[in-house]
Each structure stands twice: as C-alpha cells, then as structure tokens.
C-alpha cells in the first residue's frame, strides 16, 4: 500500500492527500516561519495550498525542471514543504541545515550550483549561487529577490521526473567535517523507503486514531520520508516539534498526548529530567534514529508511559541507505541483569527482503567469518545515486552492489549486529560506544558519555554533568573493569559542539579539547 494504492509523489503529496478527504491535522510547536498567518493547525488542503503558493514564487523566481534549489533556514518543518515545492516544478531541492558554519554552508551551495538559494533573515546571501530569494524582509542587493517579487505567480502543473533522475539532495551530519551531499531519486527516497513505510505494518503502522509526533532535524532527509510515509498513513494528528528545548515541545506534547513518537537521541536526552509528565503517558511506540540511544534514556521513557507493552524502534542507517536495521527494545530488554549489562549496541537484524549486511576486513576488504568484528557494507536497492561534486568519493565505498558504511561491527552467527563504532573513532581493543553505555548506565547524574580515542593515550571520556560535580569515588568504582580512560573532562550540554541532529562533532570537541586530530581509524570512510 502507497498513498491509498497511489505511489507517493513529493510534489503533489498534500494535494494527493486533500483529495481523498484526509481528516489529518498537523499541530505545529509554532507557526511556519513562511506563513505565521496560518496559525500552528494545519489541514491537506491549507497544506496544499502553500505548497502551490511556493511553487508559484520558484517559478517566478527562474526556477525550471531539473535545476537545483538550495534551501537554509533556521529549522522548521516548513523546510519540507519547500522541499515539496521545488519537486512540483521537477527542480532538485536541497535542504541545508541551519546549523551549518559559514564556511561549511559555502563549500556545500559551491558544490550544488544551484539555481536559486533560498534563505531567511539569519542566512546572509551567498555569492555562490547564481540567484537568491530571501523569505523575510527585504533582499537589499541584487541579485537577491524578497517574497514581495515573486508573490502571486501561479504555479506551473506538477512535473515529475523519471524515477531515476534526481529527486532531492539531502546532506549527511558532518560529525568528522563537511557534511556529503547525497543524492536520492524518487525510487530510492519514496518508492524504496517511504512507500515500504506507508504499508500497515503490524505495530509499526500509524493507525486512524494515533497521534504522531516528531521531533529532529527536519533539514534531514528522514523529514521528507517521514512526512510523506505518515501523511500517506492519516493519523488523527501529526505534531511536529522544532526544538528539543522543553520550553517549546511541552505544550504541544501534553495537549496532544502522541501515541507515536520519533525524536533523534540527543532530544530523548535533553527531555529525559521531565519524562514523568503526561506528556508520554500514551506513548505506545518510540522511534529512535540518527545516532546511538543508550540504555538509561530508553529504559526512563518506557517507564514514562501508561501502556502495559511500551516498544522502542531503534534503527540504524544512513542518510545513503535508508534505514538498514531495526530492534524493538521492551522494558524486560532494558533490565539489568546479574552478570549482564544491557546493551542499545544490538541492532538486531537486516529488513527482512530488503537490505543485507557483510562484515569485511578494515584494510583487504576481504570478508570475516560471523563473529569477527570488521568494516560494514551494506546491500540495498535504496542506496543513493551519488555524492554531489564527489564521484570518486562515493564510488571508493562501493564495490558492484556492496557499500562501505563507515562503521565497525560484528555480525553474530544468528545474523545480528553488534555496532562497535565509527571506523573513524575506534578504540584498538573496545567499543566506544560501549564504554559509553556503560558509563551512563552506572553514572545517573551524567546526561551524556562521550570517549574520544587518542592513539598513544588513554581515550578521553567527555561528560556531560550540569551541575559540574563529580564525585571521584563513584567515577573510579563505575570504571574500574573497564579499559584504561584519561580524567574525564566536564562539560554542560552547550558546550558540546553537534549536528542539526544533534551527534557529537567529535573532530570539532577534540579541537576544543586540544587533543590530537589523530584516531585509531584510517578516515577514509567517512
């Protein structure tokens, strides 16, 4: 099942939807930044409508079939929708994180070229693109445009382009340095990734009744999987959340009560001190991507809800593959067992029918047998169609229908896998990841582990501690069976560089640490 047995088309999703009479309602933390008139209750047709609208200024704008059209702004689930207007002309949008540095926002709209660049107030115009339209206020110079100069125009009908061509240019987090541009077609994006989860899944499946929330980077490519897979499905409600600050997400949270939620890691974390509120009281499935979720944030929000069988999804992919792996974490799952340490680092097994994993060795890349820690490569038919302005990079990761993810792990002899680390930020004889889990599990008053490898030394643990006390004792007893760790350095939340989703920018922390750039891992696999 697709869009009511239609396949799902970015350009026209909203007007697909508003035409079978979708009662679905989109709940909104605040206003859209391009339409604060609308309010923070949207329905398909108002939906619809704005996507036109938007169309309609592109195209006044210059914008034609196949161009590229770079969007910046600062972080709203209007992104998307953007997004769904560019692909109405049948021009490429590429979403560009607000929180990208200057420096790093140049190289990537460089490599796009694109057609048009659409910014708002907080993004100064960039001389890289051959045109600007600037959604707020006036655009000053030329040859930038403001809303007022393309307001009005009538949107072309849709267009949509070949499967295969381009569909939309999504970036990576960029935690080792700039982020890559990855290009995906309507067949990986939509036809192999968001129609396989519009079906209705047993469990996973949004229902009539639920209300479905979400709160991340809505610059990230999982925003147009999201909304296009759940838009297709017609909750009750869709509420999506544009910061993880609580100050914003409390209200739509407790009003609505989701059913369905989907947050990166590090908003589960910043959330975690008010997760006793009927906020997620009804929350019967949890979905965690982007990064690895470790166990006292997964066990504190299974215990938050009401629901006797609270599930946790937690996926692991990329932004080339789509997701590669899934494992529902219960509450029995997440106890701590005598002997046992319970792990977030199972990452259960590939999608059944759908992706494959091998294990290869880090230098030959020759496979290992099951149990033997290696390079993982994936097989998908979703796996994206290149890097923007960095061919060589992208075809050094694959050999024929394998592809280098980039990160070490094991696959088990009953075919699970056990994620060890980032190849670029491996430990030679542990699991970062692991020493992380650990750490946090024993240690409740730290909010977040980081440990960065440092060759030569013992690995740096970076903890994040608001109140900036730790007591020695305590930290010496919690490591005392692990591998050998420098003094850990406290931090607050704020200080720890990251992504729009929120992953620790390990190269930029390790600069501000002085630490060596140097790591364990080659790098070339990032």
């Known amino acids: 099942m697709a869009l009511f047995g239609k396949r799902i088309e970015l350009g026209t999703l909203f007007e697909d939807v508003a035409a079978r009479g979708h009662s679905t309602t989109v709940h909104l933390s605040r206003p859209l930044d391009i339409a604060p008139e609308m309010g923070t209750v949207l329905d398909p047709p108002a939906l619809a409508g704005l996507v036109r ?25 209007d992104v998307v929708l953007l997004c769904c207007a560019a692909a109405r002309l049948g021009a490429v ?3 560009l994180s607000a929180h990208l540095e200057a420096d790093v926002l140049d190289v990537l709209v460089k490599r796009l070229d694109p057609a048009l660049l659409v910014v708002d107030a907080a993004r100064p115009v960039n001389r890289a693109a051959s045109r600007t339209l600037v959604l707020e206020g006036e655009a000053g110079d030329a040859p930038a445009l403001s809303l007022d100069d393309v307001r009005g125009h009538a949107a072309p009908v849709p267009c949509r382009p070949p499967v295969d061509d381009p569909l939309a240019i999504v970036h990576t987090s960029g935690t080792t340095g700039v982020p890559k541009l990855v290009v995906h077609s309507t067949r990986t994006l939509l036809r192999r990734l968001a129609d396989f989860e519009a079906h209705r ?19 990230h490519g999982r925003a147009l999987a999201w909304t296009a897979a759940v838009s297709a499905l017609g909750p009750a409600k869709m509420v999506v959340i544009t910061s993880a600050g609580w100050d914003e997400a409390r209200a739509p949270l407790e009003e609505h009560r989701p059913t369905i939620l989907e947050a990166q890691p590090s908003t589960f974390v910043r959330w975690r001190p008010h997760a006793r509120t009927r906020a997620f009281e009804r929350v019967r499935l949890y979905i965690s991507t982007f990064d690895a979720v470790h166990p006292p944030t997964v066990r504190t929000f299974l ?3 009401r629901q006797r069988r609270p599930i946790w999804l937690q996926g692991w992919g990329q932004s080339e593959t789509g997701p590669l792996t899934f494992r529902f974490l219960t509450r029995r799952a997440m106890r701590a067992e005598r002997g046992r340490h319970p792990t977030t680092r199972d990452l259960g097994r590939p999608v059944p029918g759908r992706t494959r994993l091998r294990v290869v060795d880090r230098y030959t890349l020759r496979p290992v047998p099951r149990g033997t820690a290696g390079l993982l490569a994936c097989s998908t038919k979703a796996l994206c169609l290149d890097y923007t302005a960095e061919r060589e990079r992208y075809l050094r990761k694959r050999a024929g229908q394998w592809f280098i993810t980039g990160d070490l792990g094991v696959l088990t002899r009953s075919g699970r896998l056990l994620l060890l ?13 692991e020493v992380e889990d650990v750490i946090e599990d024993r240690l409740p008053g730290v909010g977040e582990c980081v440990v960065l490898s440092v060759p030569g030394r013992p690995a740096q643990p970076v903890l994040v501690v608001e109140d900036g006390r730790l007591d020695p004792d305590r930290w010496r007893n919690a490591v005392a069976d692990l591998p050998e760790l420098a003094e850990p350095v406290l931090l607050t ?14 190269a930029a922390l390790r600069e501000h640490l002085d630490l060596p750039p140097e790591t364990h891992g080659t790098g070339k696999w990032t």
Request: aromatic share 10%; net charge neutral; hydrophobic share 45%.
């Open 93 to 95: 949008p590429a979403p």
């Open 421 to 433: 680390d980032r190849e670029a930020d491996a430990l030679p004889d542990a699991s970062c990841v």
């Open 201 to 219: 899944w047993p469990v996973l499946a949004s229902r009539p009744d639920d209300v479905v929330a979400a709160a991340f980077s809505f610059a």
């Open 53 to 77: 609208d938007a169309a309609g200024w592109f195209a006044a704008a210059g914008v034609r079939p196949g161009d590229r059209v770079a969007i910046s702004k600062r972080d709203h689930w």
């Open 493 to 506: 939340w704020e200080r720890i560089p990251r992504t729009a989703t929120g992953k620790v920018r390990r």
């Open 303 to 305: 215990d938050a809800t």
